[in-house]
C-alpha cells in the first residue's frame, strides 16, 4: 500500500458512529451466519455431488457460541443477521437459536434464507420466536424441472412451506430464483405471478462461477439485462427503484406496481457498496462470497477470548479488507481464469458456496 492508501486507511478506520470501515469505506453492516454445510438438496448449480467433506461436528459453533459472536459483531455495526447454510432447517432447535438472537440489543433484521423443504413444520416456530424476514429459494414452478434441478423430488415441500409461512403470518417474504439460460429462464412472468400469489418479493438471481458451480459458464448466464427485456415484453417498462439501503439486490417496479429485484453480482457487480461478511458453522469468518481464506473466530472463543479481545481481532482484520470479489473475477474471467478448481474444493470445504453460507 502507498502513502496515500496508508493515509486513507488511516482516516476511513472508522464511521461516524465509531464502528469500523475497511480500506475502501466499508462499513460492517450485515452479518451471514450458516448453521450447517449439510442440505437435503443437491442443486446442480451449488452442491452437484452427493457427498462432500464434511466439516466435522465437533468443530461447528454452539448455539451459545453463536450469540456470543453475533454480539461482537452487532457492537461493531452489524445490525443485519442472516441465518444460511447449507439448509438451515437442518440444524435441530433453530427456533432456540433465532429466540436467542432476536433478542439481542441492535439487531434490527434478524432473516433466515432456506430452500422450504423443511419449512411448513417450522413456520409458526419460527415466527414465534421472533424472526423478522424469511427467504425462500425456489428456482421453479416445474416439478419436473425441480427434480432434475435439486435431484430431489421435494417440490411439493416447498411449496406448502411457503404457503405455511405465509399462513402462520411470516408476510415480510422474499423468493430467490437463480436464473439459467435453457432451464428456467423461459418461467421469470409465471415466477412473478406466483410471488403475486402469495405476496413474496421475487428476486432473480444471476449464475455465479462460486463453489460448488463447477459446471459454470458464461454461456448459462441470464443477465440482467435479459432478465429486464424479457419481463418488459410481457409487462411494459420496469422503472428502476431508488436504492437507499446496501442490500444486493437492485428493484424494479411493473406497470402494475409489482416490485421485484435482480442480484446481478455476475455482470454487474456491487462490491463498491458491499457491507456483509459471512461465518461458516465451525467459526470461520470471510469477508467475501470469493474469499479463498478467512479469520478463525472458533479457537479464539473456545480458547477463552473476551468479548474486547474479540471485538479488537474482528475490528483490526475489517480495517484491512481490500476484497472485491465480483469485480474482480469479470477481469479473471476474460482472461479465461477459473475461480477454484474441483481439486480444491475437494482439499477445502470452506471453499464451497454451501459452507460459506451461499
Known sequence: MND??????????????????????????????????????????CMP????????RQDLLTFEEIEQLTEVFVSLGADKVR?????????????????????????????????GVLLARHAESLREAGLHRLTISL???????FTSMTRRGTHGEVLAGINAAVATGLTDLKIDTVVLRGFNSDELAELIEFGKSVSAEVRFIEYMDVGGATGWTPEKVFS???????????????????????????RFRLPDGTVFGIISSTTQPFCATC????????????RCLYAMTGTDLRTPLRSGASHDELRDLITGVWQQRRDR???ERVSERAN???????????????????????
Request: net charge negative; hydrophobic share 35%; with cysteine.
Open 275 to 286: 457491507d456483509r461478511s459471512r461465518l461458516t458453522a465451525d467459526g470461520m469468518w470471510l
Open 336 to 358: 479465461g481464469q477459473v475461480f477454484v478448481s474441483l481439486e480444491s474444493l475437494k482439499r477445502d470445504p470452506h471453499l464451497e458456496m454451501h459452507t460459506r453460507g451461499g
Open 83 to 115: 441465518l444460511t447454510g447449507g439448509e438451515p432447517l437442518l440444524r435441530r432447535d433453530v427456533p432456540e437459536l433465532v429466540r436467542r438472537l432476536s433478542g439481542l440489543p441492535g439487531v434490527k433484521d434478524l432473516a433466515m434464507t432456506t430452500n
Open 224 to 250: 440482467r439485462a435479459e432478465i429486464l427485456e424479457t419481463l418488459s415484453q410481457e409487462y411494459g417498462s420496469c422503472e428502476e427503484l431508488r436504492k437507499n439501503d446496501t442490500a444486493p439486490a437492485d
Open 4 to 45: 496515500r492508501a496508508h493515509g486513507r486507511a488511516g482516516v476511513l478506520a472508522s464511521g461516524v458512529d465509531g464502528s469500523p470501515v475497511d480500506v475502501f469505506g466499508r462499513p460492517m453492516g450485515a452479518l451471514r451466519i450458516s448453521l450447517t454445510d449439510r442440505c437435503n438438496l443437491r442443486c446442480r448449480y
Open 49 to 56: 455431488e452427493e457427498e462432500y467433506a464434511w466439516l466435522p
Open 325 to 327: 470479489g465480483a469485480v
Open 139 to 145: 428456482d421453479t414452478l416445474r416439478p419436473d424441472r
